[in-house]
C-alpha cells in the first residue's frame, strides 16, 4: 500500500487491501517480530465523539508496536470546547505526534485533516461517512473464514448512516463480491454510495427482508439501528423488530453463514446467536488488534522509507 | 423563428448567454448573482425556438463580463450554453462552455453535517461527474439543484 492516509475505503486497491491483510497475519503469527517496531514514535488518538472499542484497539495495537500514546481527551475537556478549529488542532497535535488517528461528527473531517497534515492520518469514523480501518479488520475476519473471492454478503440494517457499510460496500468492490443489502426503505444505502458502486459496476440487490436470501449467503453483516434516527419512537420499535436476528432466524441458513457485527450491538443480534457456530463478532473485535497494527506499521513505514529510527523531535 | 428574429434588442457591452437550455435562464441569473437591484440592463428570452435545442433560453446582461469560475458554474447547468462578449455592439469573443473537472470556492455542500460547513477555514471543492457535481469532503453528489447552492 503507497498511500500517506487511509481516508475512505474508496482509495484502496484490492493489492492495498491484501498487503495490509497478509501483514496482518503475519503479525497475528508472531507479534514478538513487530514489538518494537515503532518504537520512539507516537500515536496521537483525536476522538471527537465518544469511540470505546476503536480508541483502544488503536491504543492496544500501537503500544504493541512500541508506540506510545497521547489522547486528547473529552472533547468537552479540551481547545474544542473553547472554539478552535479542526484545522488548527490538527495542525498542533501534528507536532506532538508521528501519526494521528481521528474520529469527528462530521462527514469529509477526515479529507480536511488529512490535507492539513504531512504526518499519516487514519480515519476512524467520520459522521455517516467512512470507517475504512473497521472495514480492513471486517475483510480480515471474512478473509479467515470464506477468502474474499466469490463472496455473497448480505449486509443488514442502518445503511444509510452506518459508515461501517458504506466502507465495507465499496471495499468489496474490489473482489466483485454480491452484495445484498437488507433494510427498511427509509433507512437504504445514500445516493454517494450507491453511485460509487454502480461506477464500478458492482451487482447488488436490496431487499426489504432477510428471509428468502439467507440461504444464498456467505457472510451476514448486521448493524444497529438507532433510535434517533426515527422521529418517532413507535416507528423506531416497528422497524428495529424487523431487522433483528435470534438462533432460530438462522435454524436455516447455511452451516458455514459468518454473522458479523461491528458492535456495539443492542438488541439486534439475540444472544442466543452468540453460542452458535455462526457468531465471528467477538472476534471480529479482536482482529482490529493485528490489522490496525498492520495499518499502523504500513503508513509509518511508507511516511518513513529511510528507516525505523523514530523521527526528530521539533520538526 | 431562427436567432437573428428575436425580438430581443442588441447590448452595447456585456455578455449575451445563448442556447441555455430551456426554463434555465432565472437559475444562470442566479448564479450570476443578479436580481436587478445591481441595476444591470438584463434582458431574458424563455423557450424561444431554437434550431439546436428546440427550445431555448437566452439571457444578456449589459456591462458585465462573466468570470471563469461563473463559467465553470453556468457549464453544469447550461452545458449547451455559447457565451458571446459584446464590446461596442459587437462581438469580440464567442465561447462555448466547456465542464470543468472540478469547482473550487464556488458552491456550498447541501450536506448540513460536511466539515465544509463547519465553520472551518476551508473552500468548497466539487467534483463534476456524469449527471452533476460532487463534495471532494463527504461525497455528497448534487445534482439538479445545483443553481440553489451557488455561494459566489
Known sequence: MRQDHLITATQLSRDDIEAVLDRARAVADDPAAYADRHAGRVLALCFFEPSTRTRMSFDSAAKRLGMNTIDMGDVDSSSVSKGESLSDTVRVIEGYADALVLRHPSEGAATLAGERVDVPVVNAGDGAGQHPSQTLLDLHTIREDHGLDDLTIGVMGDLKYGRTVHSLAAALTEFDANQHFISPESLRLPRSVRFDLHETGAQIREHDDLEPILDELDVLYVTRIQKERFPDENEYHRVAGEYQIDAETLADAPDDLTVMHPLPRVDEIAPDVDETDHARYFEQAHNGIPVRMALLDTLLENANPDGDEGTEVGR | ?152
Open chain 2, 1 to 152: 423563428m431562427s436567432d437573428h428574429e428575436l425580438r430581443v434588442s442588441k447590448i452595447r457591452d456585456g455578455t449575451v448567454i445563448d442556447h441555455v437550455e430551456g426554463g434555465q435562464a432565472l437559475n444562470v441569473l442566479a448564479i450570476l448573482g443578479i436580481d436587478g437591484s445591481e441595476g444591470l440592463g438584463v434582458s431574458v428570452g424563455m423557450n424561444v425556438p431554437s434550431d439546436r435545442l428546440g427550445r431555448k433560453d437566452i439571457v444578456k446582461v449589459e456591462d458585465r463580463e462573466l468570470s471563469q469560475s461563473e463559467v465553470d458554474v453556468l457549464s453544469l447547468i447550461a452545458p449547451e450554453a455559447t457565451i458571446n462578449i459584446v464590446r461596442d455592439f459587437e462581438v469580440v469573443e464567442k465561447n462555448r462552455v466547456t465542464r470543468p473537472d472540478g469547482v473550487t470556492g464556488v458552491l456550498s455542500c447541501p450536506n448540513r453535517n460536511c466539515i465544509t460547513n463547519a465553520g472551518e477555514p476551508v473552500e468548497t471543492r466539487f467534483d463534476v461527474v456524469a449527471d452533476g457535481v460532487r463534495c471532494d469532503y463527504c461525497a455528497t453528489i448534487l445534482r439538479s439543484d445545483i443553481a440553489d447552492h451557488i455561494d459566489v
